[in-house]
């Protein structure tokens, strides 16, 4: 998945709408919305690292051999 593609940005904002509304709905402290938005924006963040590290390695087609 290239993460300048459309499918990449609709799986973002799915995360972030599924982590926000967790930990939105899920706190009852007085800093609610500030730790949603965080949590929210490390997990996209988080995401895209991990996308952009498997695409890079996608285009290494040489055999690791873990033995």
């Given at each position: 998945?290239?993460?300048k593609s459309k499918k990449f940005m609709?799986?973002?904002?799915i995360t972030f709408l599924i982590?926000?509304?967790?930990?939105?709905?899920g706190n009852d402290m007085p800093d609610r919305l500030e730790r949603a938005?965080?949590?929210a924006?490390?997990?996209v963040v988080g995401l895209t690292i991990g996308m952009w590290f498997v695409y890079k390695?996608?285009?290494d087609d040489t055999h690791h051999d873990f033995d």
């Amino acid at each position: 998945m290239d993460i300048k593609s459309k499918k990449f940005m609709v799986v973002a904002v799915i995360t972030f709408l599924i982590l926000f509304l967790m930990n939105y709905i899920g706190n009852d402290m007085p800093d609610r919305l500030e730790r949603a938005l965080m949590t929210a924006v490390a997990g996209v963040v988080g995401l895209t690292i991990g996308m952009w590290f498997v695409y890079k390695n996608s285009k290494d087609d040489t055999h690791h051999d873990f033995d």
